[in-house]
């Protein structure tokens, strides 16, 4: 065993990379508040988008039967348009031989426009009680509704009953939908219909309060006298013959241009005008309707022979009774409502395009899936012939390099591991200026084992690819393995890492890395993600010649291969990557081999996890960016650009950053759509994730009991990937550096034999 030791003395200045590392550091805060901002936005643009297209919670229905015993008789024997001065309740009919058409439950983008078309053309105006969130998402119909003469009243937001709401939500619901009217129209309205409200005779002691709390507030209610029933879709005839009043009598009618099918709607108004003008009927407003009362004159909306001079004058009357129950939006209100419009409009655009997204990356996961599972297979019964073989059996001694900075705890583990190799090797450990004793430690773990193969270089820290193109140079042999300094093999790792290497093209070997304290939740998640994410992955990348990364815990390169490359790269935080692609760049064969097992230790704490996950991910897009031009590399060096930077780029960055839109879609449907359905879908795609992680465990003969973790990782550990990779992604685009962060070990993974 020999040492090499550097001059002592005065401390080192920082590298060119640590100093950009240490300026980088102070922007990574700002990053993952940008990062969770993102997310917290996509949320909140999902919440209101379900908000908006559904009703949320409560809303129960009167039932039938309900009492009526604290609704003065004056009102249930009333008309249908209730209103409140001095804290006294009033009832106003609508005249003989007149026509209060009103509209619930629109704005619609479909049957909205037809029937302001249909009024226009008879020069009918009409009371429309709008929903709020309907009102936000097409706010252009309801200022066409408005300019074009026609009245506007509130029918609440989400189209909840109020009859079993709390105040505050009487009160949102309100002031949500006068925002909405703000933003679109510049109006606010005192006008009111309650959802599932009929005749005054239906009101009862649960519904009355709302009634009277927001008459005190300036509300007139407006019941009807007599009900289509359009929304049954009974037929053309049937709506019109249900929407006449008896005789000649007066009447608030009910239609409605949303909220299902509204063809015979339609078709059957033009008939129900044409109808009603030649029974002698006019059409007016709700405000029409009252200010007749006021003036003691009934509006007409023109004579009853239909003559134009007298419908001409009408609209203009019915215009001008038509802001009656209007109020101009100012100042706050407008400015508020504006924002709801625009928010609205942002949601409408991001919800859709997400929803176009989800379909893609969904077909994306699932061809990965495909993809690995067929060519998985294909790989391993190729590779598990009897005939199969890589040439002559591989018997020279290799070089063993072992970077390793602050290893204290687990040098002695991985030396002793080397020390059972059943194939001829020299180690090197690398101690790249550890402060904690590591080269005395594995100098005495040498001497103590017995290896005089073992020569442990020290040099001043300068990082993992320096200590690596240390060890390289200073290699005895042809063939060098890598591995961290956490990390153990099995007896016969070596063995069957470098028998690859008897074929002349292969230039360099992933092996199989394993994790070793995997008796923690973390460590099991972790577990679960190598054999299935990694290792699955591998064999069809070694499949499809264009594996992207040989691991930096087991790996074995071609000596002159990676002096050919100029050695491992400081240029990025991923230096095993970055090989890998100059590998294939060089024209060398990059393979897995997956008898070849070593076993590491993965960070122990979440925080430690997203540091080595960050470093990793930024790292690989760095290294994807390097080697960019790899795209129009001609010939076998191209390969890994015409295939490999594709799917990498498809599958490790661009599919797991949109893939919580899966998620997204999940809770936003089980809460706003279908729960069931929801959570049938979502079991459906973990029970394919399980199938392909459970054929990943067979071939790796791992056991199956560690599956059980599956659910509770999908939920937790994925969902922290994924900001993960997010955060990755803002720190590309924002040009940050990071350094080789150092994780803390504890020495817990010994030897394989001790390894479940």
């Keep these: 065993m020999t040492t090499t030791t550097p001059s002592r003395g005065r401390r080192r200045a920082p590298t060119r990379m640590e100093r950009a590392a240490g300026k980088a550091a102070a922007l990574q805060k700002p990053r993952v508040i940008l990062a969770l901002l993102l997310l917290l936005g996509l949320t909140s643009v999902m919440l209101l988008d379900g908000y908006l297209r559904a009703e949320v919670g409560g809303d129960e229905r009167v039932r039938d039967g309900a009492s009526s015993s604290k609704v003065p008789d004056k009102i249930l024997d009333g008309g249908p348009i209730v209103s409140f001065r001095g804290g006294q309740a009033t009832t106003t009919s609508v005249p003989a031989r007149t026509i209060a058409l009103t509209f619930d439950d629109g704005p619609n983008p479909t049957y909205t426009p037809q029937v302001l078309k249909i009024l226009e053309k008879y020069d009918v105006p009409a009371t429309f009680f709008v929903v709020g969130s309907m009102v936000s998402r097409y706010p252009g119909i309801v200022k066409d509704m408005v300019d074009q003469g026609n009245e506007v009243g509130i029918h609440t937001f989400t189209h909840v009953d109020l009859s079993y709401q709390s105040d505050a939500r009487i009160r949102r619901e309100m002031t949500q939908t006068q925002l909405a009217l703000a933003g679109a129209a510049g109006i606010t309205t005192t006008l ?12 009862d002691n649960y519904s009355w309060p709302v009634y009277e709390k927001l008459g005190e507030e300036g509300y007139t209610s407006v019941f009807v006298d007599t009900d289509s029933d359009d929304w049954k879709k009974p037929g053309v005839s049937k709506i019109v013959q249900w929407a006449t009043p008896s005789g000649t009598s007066g009447a608030s009618v009910l239609m409605h241009d949303a909220g299902g099918d509204r063809e015979q709607t339609i078709a059957a108004l033009p008939k129900y005008i044409e109808k009603m003008r030649a029974k002698g009927y006019t059409f007016t407003t709700i405000s029409g309707v009252v200010e007749a009362q006021n003036t003691g004159a009934r509006f007409l909306g023109g004579d009853q022979n239909g003559d134009r001079a007298g419908t001409e004058a009408g609209t203009e009357a019915g215009t001008r009774r038509l802001q009656a129950a209007h109020r101009e939006a100012t100042g706050t209100t407008l400015y508020e409502g504006k924002a709801l419009v625009a928010a609205v409009a942002v949601a409408e655009y991001t919800v859709p395009t997400l929803s176009v997204g989800l379909v893609i990356v969904g077909v994306a996961v699932m061809g990965r899936f495909g ?6 297979r294909r790989h391993h019964r190729q590779r598990n012939r009897r005939r199969f073989s890589w040439g002559p059996t591989v018997t020279r001694p290799v070089t063993v390099i072992v970077p390793a900075y602050n290893e204290k705890e687990c040098i002695a583990n991985t030396l002793e591991s080397l020390a059972r190799s059943t194939h001829p090797i020299e180690v090197i450990v690398v101690d790249d200026g550890s402060s904690d004793g590591t080269s005395e430690i594995a100098r005495e773990a040498a001497h103590r084992l017995g290896m005089t193969n073992v020569r442990v270089i020290r040099q001043e820290n300068a990082g993992k690819p320096a200590a690596l193109n240390n060890g390289v140079r200073s290699a005895s042999h042809d063939i060098v393995v890598m591995m961290d300094g956490d990390t153990v093999f099995e007896p016969d790792t070596v063995r069957q890492l470098v028998q690859p290497f008897a074929n002349d093209e292969v ?63 400081e240029d990025t935080l991923a230096e095993d990557t970055d090989i890998t692609i100059a590998m294939h760049r060089a024209g060398w064969r ?64 661009v599919t797991p950053v949109f893939a919580p839109l899966i998620d997204v879609f999940t809770a936003y449907s089980m809460i706003f759509v279908d729960f069931r359905a929801a959570l049938y879908a979502w079991l459906a795609v973990l029970g394919i994730q399980l199938v392909c992680a459970a054929y990943a465990f067979r071939l790796d003969k791992e056991k199956y009991r560690y599956l059980l973790m599956m659910p509770l990782q999908q939920l937790a550990y994925r969902q922290m990937m994924y900001l993960v990779l997010i955060h990755s992604c803002i720190t590309a685009l924002t040009g940050g550096r990071l350094r080789w962060q150092k994780l803390k070990r504890t020495g817990e993974v010994g030897t394989p034999a001790g390894v479940g």
């Excluded at 009111?192 to 009101?203: G, N």
């Excluded at 993809?371 to 998985?376: C, D, R, S």
């Design 192 to 203: 009111f219909r309650a959802p599932y409200s009929s005749e005054t005779d239906a009101i």
């Design 590 to 653: 990059v393979v897995y081999q997956e008898h070849a097992r070593a076993w590491t230790e993965a960070p122990g704490s979440l925080k430690q996890l997203w540091s080595q996950r960050y470093r990793w991910s930024y790292g690989t897009m760095q290294a994807l960016w390097k080697h960019r031009k790899s795209l129009t590399d001609k010939g076998p060096s191209g390969r890994f650009g015409r295939v490999g930077m594709p799917l990498v780029v498809i599958f490790q960055i």
């Design 507 to 569: 230039g360099a070997v992933a092996g199989n890395a394993k994790v070793g304290n995997r008796n923690t939740v973390i460590g099991a998640w972790q577990h679960i993600e190598y054999v299935m994410g990694f290792n699955l992955d591998r064999r069809m990348y070694d499949l499809l010649r264009c594996m992207p990364t040989i691991p930096g815990a087991i790996g074995a390169f071609r000596r002159e291969a990676v002096l050919q490359v100029g050695g491992m790269s």
């Design 371 to 376: 993809m690995m599972l067929v060519l998985a």
